[in-house]
Nanobody, 124 residues
Framework: QVQLVESGGGLGQPGGSLGLSCAAS????????MGWYRQAPGKQRELVAI???????TYADSVKDRFTISRDNAKNTVYLQMNSLKPEDTALYYC??????????????????WGQGTQVTVSS
C-alpha cells in the first residue's frame, strides 16, 4: 500500500504566498503523475496542477503564472508553491499520485491515491 502525507496550507492573505507538500511512502516501485486538486464548498473537485514523470506540467487557467508545481523524485514528494493568493483560492487541497507499487504475494499494481486534504484559506 501507499500512504500520502500532506503538509502546509493554512491561512494566507490576498497577495500573499503559501506552500503545500505531499510525501508518498510505502512499497513504491515508480510514481507517474503527481498533482494537486482542490474543492471549494459547494463546488466540484477541480485540477489545480499536475506534473507527469517526465516533468511536463499542466495548470488550471485560474492559477497559471501564480502557482508552481514541482516534484522531488528522490523523496517521492510533490510541492505546490502558491503566490499572489486570491480569496477564490480558498479550498480543501488534495494531493494526487499515480503509483506502481508491490502487493504482498501479488503482481505489482498501478493505482491512484489521494491525500487526506489540507485547508487553504485566503482572507484578510
Amino acid at each position: 500500500q501507499v500512504q500520502l502525507v500532506e503538509s502546509g496550507g493554512g491561512l494566507g492573505q490576498p497577495g500573499g504566498s503559501l506552500g503545500l507538500s505531499c510525501a508518498a511512502s510505502g512499497s513504491i516501485i515508480s510514481i507517474y503523475d503527481m498533482g494537486w486538486y482542490r474543492q471549494a464548498p459547494g463546488k466540484q473537485r477541480e485540477l489545480v496542477a499536475i506534473v507527469v514523470s517526465g516533468s511536463t506540467t499542466t495548470y488550471a487557467d485560474s492559477v497559471k503564472d501564480r502557482f508552481t508545481i514541482s516534484r522531488d523524485n528522490a523523496k517521492n514528494t510533490v510541492y505546490l508553491q502558491m503566490n499572489s493568493l486570491k480569496p477564490e483560492d480558498t479550498a480543501l487541497y488534495y494531493c494526487y499520485v499515480e503509483v506502481l507499487h508491490t502487493q504482498s504475494g501479488l503482481m505489482p499494481v498501478r493505482r491512484n491515491y489521494w491525500g487526506q486534504g489540507t485547508q487553504v484559506t485566503v482572507s484578510s
